[in-house]
């Protein structure tokens, strides 16, 4: 009626944000983790880390096979972690955020001058290590433990060789356990690029190291 007062409704904004990117985030613990960190419980971004920190230390280690450095860029990760989550939002899954900072650091690091002579300079020679890792097979050497280190050793200087995207995209799938759609979110690209990466990294390691396997298999 006229005359009568309205009474306007309102809105707590920030409770409804809060409540919308929960609902987003309801299947993915760590994303829900971050966005309470994000409002203060330090407790959870410490909880965030210790579910990560080693599987983005082993991450960065087959980029730079140096397990301190490895560690140091795993801390780097989790500062950047650290610094963005004021604007952080769950439009992805947190694993494929994460490796999204994961892999940028360590591509950042392995681009370096500096990290591309030490990294060539303390290689040895890939046809001294053949020369070995098939004597010991031949011999039969009982310690088994040095024939398959050696073996290790000669497929990740193969997947050194791997083209950088589809090395990431091989090492977040095959080692991070990553799904195709993890992958893809992480690499900001398509499902069907992931497959095409990962594929082509496989046909790249197996053309590399095809000619070494029969020296490689003991007799």
């Known amino acids: 009626m006229i005359g009568e007062s309205v009474i306007e409704p309102t809105f707590d904004w920030d409770s409804m944000a809060h409540r919308t990117e929960e609902t987003s985030a309801a299947i993915d613990a760590d994303s829900a983790l971050m966005l309470r960190f994000k409002r203060g419980e330090a407790q959870a971004f410490e909880l965030l880390f210790s579910r990560h920190?080693?599987?983005?230390?082993?991450?960065?280690?087959?980029?730079?096979?140096?397990?301190?450095?490895?560690?140091?860029l795993a801390q780097e990760v989790f500062l950047r972690v650290y610094?963005?989550?004021?604007?952080?939002?769950?439009?992805?899954?947190?694993?494929?955020w994460i490796y999204r900072i994961a892999t940028n650091v360590c591509l950042n690091e392995i681009r370096k001058p500096r990290f591309r002579a030490l990294h060539q300079s303390?290689?040895?020679?890939?046809?001294d290590q053949l020369e070995k890792c098939a004597e010991g097979a031949r011999n039969d050497e009982p310690d088994k433990l040095l024939?398959?280190?050696?073996?290790?050793?000669?497929?990740?200087e193969a997947l050194d060789e791997v083209p950088e995207k589809q090395r990431v995209?091989?090492?977040l799938n095959k080692y991070q356990e990553l799904s195709y759609a993890e992958v893809a979110e992480a690499m900001r690209i398509s499902e069907k690029a992931v497959k095409s990466l990962i594929h082509?990294?496989?046909?790249?390691?197996?053309?590399?190291l095809k000619p070494l396997l029969p020296e490689l298999m003991p007799q």
Do not use: C, M, W
């Open 122 to 127: 303390l290689d040895a020679d890939p046809a």
């Open 147 to 156: 024939h398959v280190e050696a073996i290790s050793r000669i497929l990740r």
């Open 83 to 96: 610094e963005a989550s004021a604007g952080y939002r769950p439009e992805a899954k947190f694993t494929s």
């Open 53 to 72: 920190l080693r599987g983005i230390v082993n991450f960065a280690y087959r980029f730079v096979r140096n397990r301190e450095v490895a560690e140091e």
């Open 200 to 208: 082509r990294a496989k046909e790249t390691l197996a053309q590399r």
């Open 169 to 171: 995209a091989f090492i």
